[in-house]
């Protein structure tokens, strides 16, 4: 039976900050992701140098809008994932920002930026048979293993988050091989999701078995430079499933009900 550790991290928003506010995913690069849900913005993978214009560093780093985070989360430290000096820069710009992610993660921007307090620095190590989870004001998030291919370094985690009306997956760089297994092992298999943000590779027609493990009412293909893709939403939509379409660097979408509709 999968086991539980309860991450102690406080969140200091007010819930009226943005309890049934509607929510956007703003699309970074790579698998990099904001979203959005009144005063509280959430980074999944979405500090990295890689392939993002000097310019859009700079914000970035200075933690200016749409990287006014809260909370930046780390799926694993490839540097199309994660950026050090970006994370850090912001956190420091920004003394509300909370980094979690795995113990690499923590340590790289700890050893860079020694001013910044440890506690906003969160360490996740669930196992293969231990999630880790925490209920923040607004915000219920649940961390999993799901080893990086192919040797299962850097580590790598996936999260589930519960929004006040909308749950949302990254599971980071999962192994394509044994992404059956992983599914299945964390429950992710039997616990259907509003939106799952995916790698392409996912959408081929000879993965769309593997898909079917991540129930969701959207997905998001990622992991892939902009000329693939659009062969992803294709893939996608011969699948037969409802995907979300991102086409340029910072667009965003709303997920849910977008003001004055």
Same mark, same amino acid.
């Not at 590779?201 to 991540?214: G, I, K, N, Y």
């Given at each position: 039976?999968?086991?539980?550790?309860?991450?102690?991290?406080?969140?200091?928003?007010?819930?009226?900050?943005?309890?049934?506010?509607?929510?956007?995913?703003?699309?970074?690069?790579?698998?990099?992701?904001?979203?959005?849900?009144?005063?509280?913005?959430?980074? @999944?993978?979405?500090?990295?140098?890689?392939?993002?214009?000097?310019?859009?560093?700079?914000?970035?780093?200075?933690?200016?809008?749409?990287?006014?985070?809260?909370?930046?989360?780390?799926?694993?430290?490839?540097?199309?994932?994660?950026?050090?000096?970006?994370?850090?820069?912001?956190?420091?710009?920004?003394?509300?920002?909370?980094?979690?992610?795995?113990?690499?993660?923590?340590?790289?921007?700890?050893?860079?930026? =020694?001013? @910044?307090? =440890?506690?906003?620095?969160?360490?996740?190590?669930?196992?293969?048979?231990?999630?880790?989870?925490?209920?923040? @004001?607004?915000?219920?998030?649940?961390?999993?293993?799901?080893?990086?291919?192919?040797?299962?370094?850097?580590?790598?985690? &996936?999260?589930?988050?519960?929004?006040?009306?909308?749950?949302?997956?990254? =599971?980071?760089?999962?192994?394509?091989?044994?992404?059956?297994?992983?599914?299945?092992?964390? &429950?992710?298999?039997?616990?259907?999701?509003?939106?799952?943000?995916?790698?392409?590779?996912?959408?081929?027609?000879?993965?769309?078995?593997?898909?079917?493990?991540?129930?969701?009412?959207?997905?998001?293909?990622?992991?892939?430079?902009?000329?693939?893709?659009?062969?992803?939403?294709?893939?996608?939509?011969?699948?037969?499933?409802?995907?979300?379409?991102?086409?340029?660097?910072?667009?965003?979408?709303?997920?849910?009900?977008? =003001?004055?509709?």
């Amino acid at each position: 039976m999968r086991s539980l550790v309860t991450l102690g991290l406080i969140l200091g928003l007010g819930a009226a900050a943005f309890a049934s506010e509607p929510i956007s995913l703003t699309y970074v690069v790579g698998s990099g992701y904001l979203v959005r849900q009144g005063d509280l913005v959430v980074a @999944i993978d979405a500090l990295t140098a890689y392939g993002v214009p000097t310019a859009t560093r700079g914000v970035m780093q200075s933690a200016q809008p749409p990287f006014d985070v809260d909370l930046i989360l780390v799926t694993h430290s490839d540097v199309d994932h994660f950026d050090a000096q970006l994370v850090s820069g912001n956190m420091t710009a920004n003394p509300s920002a909370i980094l979690v992610g795995p113990a690499d993660v923590v340590r790289t921007v700890k050893a860079i930026a =020694p001013q @910044i307090d =440890p506690a906003r620095c969160i360490v996740v190590q669930p196992g293969l048979e231990t999630l880790v989870e925490q209920q923040f @004001i607004g915000l219920f998030l649940e961390v999993f293993s799901f080893p990086h291919p192919p040797s299962g370094v850097p580590e790598n985690v &996936g999260y589930r988050l519960t929004f006040d009306g909308l749950v949302l997956t990254h =599971p980071g760089d999962i192994d394509e091989t044994r992404a059956a297994d992983d599914f299945t092992r964390t &429950g992710w298999d039997h616990i259907p999701v509003d939106v799952a943000v995916l790698p392409l590779w996912f959408f081929d027609e000879a993965e769309r078995s593997v898909l079917a493990l991540t129930p969701a009412a959207r997905y998001v293909p990622t992991h892939g430079s902009w000329s693939m893709l659009p062969w992803a939403y294709a893939s996608a939509r011969e699948a037969g499933v409802d995907v979300i379409c991102l086409s340029r660097p910072l667009q965003q979408i709303w997920l849910t009900e977008a =003001p004055g509709n």
